[in-house]
C-alpha cells in the first residue's frame, strides 16, 4: 500500500531555500504523476508543484519562477527545491500522487515549511 515519507521542511528567512524530498513505496513510482502540495492554517490545500513520468512539469503560479520539483526513480524519490521563499509560503507540505485532495484518501505526515524574519 502507498506510504509516503516528506522530509525536508524547517524555519528559514525570507529569502533563503529549502529542499524537500517525499519517499514514496507501495506503488510503482516511475509510472506516477507525482505532485506537492501545501496547506497553510485557515486555507484550504493546493498543488504547488507536479511532475509526469516522463519528467515534465507544472507550476503554481504563486511559486513558477522559485520553485523546481524533480524525481529520482531510481530512489521512488520526488523533489521540491524552494528558492527566494516568502512568508506567505509557510504551510505543511505534502507529496502525493496527482491528482489528489488533501485531506482526502492516504496522506504522509507532511512536513512543515515555516518563512519568518
Known amino acids: 500500500q502507498l506510504q509516503l515519507v516528506e522530509s525536508g521542511g524547517g524555519l528559514v528567512q525570507p529569502g533563503e531555500s529549502l529542499r524537500l524530498s517525499c519517499v514514496a513505496s507501495?506503488?510503482?513510482?516511475?509510472?506516477?504523476?507525482m505532485g506537492w502540495y501545501r496547506q497553510a492554517p485557515g486555507k484550504e490545500g493546493e498543488l504547488v508543484a507536479r511532475?509526469?513520468?516522463?519528467?515534465?512539469?507544472n507550476y503554481a503560479d504563486s511559486v513558477k519562477g522559485r520553485f523546481t520539483i524533480s524525481r529520482d526513480n531510481a530512489k521512488n524519490t520526488v523533489y521540491l527545491q524552494m528558492n527566494s521563499l516568502k512568508p506567505e509560503d509557510t504551510a505543511v507540505y505534502y507529496c502525493?500522487?496527482?491528482?489528489?485532495?488533501?485531506?482526502?484518501?492516504?496522506w504522509g505526515q507532511g512536513t512543515q515549511v515555516t518563512v519568518s524574519s
Open positions: 511532475i509526469s513520468s516522463d519528467g515534465s512539469t
Open positions: 507501495g506503488i510503482i513510482f516511475s509510472i506516477e504523476r
Open positions: 502525493n500522487r496527482y491528482p489528489s485532495i488533501i485531506n482526502l484518501g492516504y
